[in-house]
């Protein structure tokens, strides 16, 4: 059996998703910048796509700008809302995704911002308290807060943090990528300035996604070269990609529900199954279903022989899926958000990520193999 617990990094591409890029792929070729027919015909394509992101989020259209993905969508809010509006503080955690945590340390290399970390406790949870008081005491102020830690699962309380920022006229931005199109994401609601998606981590194609920008922030392009995305981004538009974000993200709305359960059933399941057949087993992150991304199990193995051979054996056993372990001196280089929560650095980690495709049945062969690998290198 082949299991591909790795979802957390990229899904596999629905099949309706598939089919309607294929559709535009087939019959719709031209520039969307040109002002003939054949350009027409597929400008009105993209504006559809990003009418229906618009709708299933509650915002207007003229707010989404499609990009390459969640990184240059990080990289544009990150860095054009920084010098757009000469923020010199910007507040973060040490346990974001590098496409946040490697802009802002280069911009505050660059000498543009001071960059303040919050702390964040052993399940990941970043000190809301503390941002408060880092906006009280600091002029106006860049927040970048994920919604769901990619790594450990933990859920950020978002409309709390969007609140505080608020409160005190500061710049919020989020990172969405884990959890757009698996939570409800209402921005007529969400006290949000930017948000980000990646349309490979819902069932969508890779290379493209998308940036929502508050209508009250206005920012430069950080990529010229045209006038696309109303010119906010240069670059002739990944027509298909925009298509088969739109389609996967419809589809995750109409059925979020059943995927939901179903997936925090695989997720529970799997839990209980680790605890009963291997003594010492942990979770690292938060584990309840309120405050934990329900895609995502982070799993702390017992200290073993041989403890950097476990992701080559769950890849020679089939098993696709993702780890490593907190730094456990300067010159190792481990997950920087096993470092951040404190975990044991000679406790192996890995990552399992689950999608709407997994089944009970490839949750026992996982078991069974990790039990086996575990007897081995005991």
Not at 116 to 139: I, P, Y
Not at 271 to 290: H, K, R, S, Y
Not at 301 to 318: K, R, T, V, W
């Amino acid at each position: 059996m082949r299991v591909y617990f790795d979802n957390a990094a990229t899904t596999p591409v629905d099949k309706e998703v598939l089919k309607e890029m294929y559709q535009v792929m087939e019959t719709h070729y031209g520039n969307p910048s040109s002002i003939h027919a054949h350009g027409r015909e597929v400008r009105t394509i993209i504006e559809k796509a990003r009418k229906t992101v618009a709708a299933l989020l509650h915002t207007s259209p003229s707010q989404i700008f499609f990009t390459s993905g969640g990184t240059e969508a990080d990289n544009t809010a990150i860095r054009c809302g920084i010098v757009d509006y000469g923020i010199k503080h910007a507040i973060t955690t040490r346990i974001e995704h590098h496409a946040v945590v490697h802009t802002l340390e280069n911009l505050e290399k660059s000498g543009l911002i001071k960059l303040s970390f919050l702390d964040v406790d052993q399940k990941g949870n970043a000190d809301l308290n503390q941002l408060e008081e880092l906006l009280k005491n600091n002029e106006r102020s860049f927040v970048s807060l994920m919604h769901a830690n990619n790594e450990i699962g933990t859920i950020t309380d978002i409309q709390k943090a969007g609140e505080i920022c608020e409160q005190y006229n500061a710049i919020f931005h989020c990172d969405t990528v884990q959890t757009m199109g698996h939570y409800l994401h209402d921005l007529s609601k969400l006290k949000v300035h930017f948000l980000v998606c990646a349309a490979h981590k819902l069932h969508g194609p890779k290379g493209v996604g998308f940036l929502y920008i508050n209508q009250n922030i206005k920012i430069k392009p950080m990529i010229y070269g045209g006038s696309q995305e109303r010119n906010m981004r240069g670059g002739t538009e990944n027509v298909y990609g925009i298509v088969g974000l739109a389609k996967s993200l419809e589809l995750a709305y109409q059925d979020m529900d059943e995927h939901q359960a179903h997936i925090q059933g695989l997720k529970t399941y799997m839990m209980q199954q680790l605890q009963e057949n291997i003594p010492g087993i942990e979770f690292n992150g938060e584990t309840d279903p309120d405050k934990s991304l329900y895609t995502v199990l982070n799993v702390s193995f017992p200290e073993m022989d041989m403890a950097e051979m476990l992701l080559f054996s769950l890849d020679i056993a089939g098993i696709s899926a993702s780890g490593g372990s907190a730094c456990s001196s300067g010159t190792n280089i481990g997950s920087h958000v096993l470092t951040g929560i404190r975990a044991n650095p000679n406790r192996p980690a890995v990552r399992f990520s689950f999608s709407k495709f997994n089944t009970r049945d490839e949750v026992d062969y996982v078991v069974e193999k990790v039990k086996e690998i575990c007897l081995e290198k005991a």
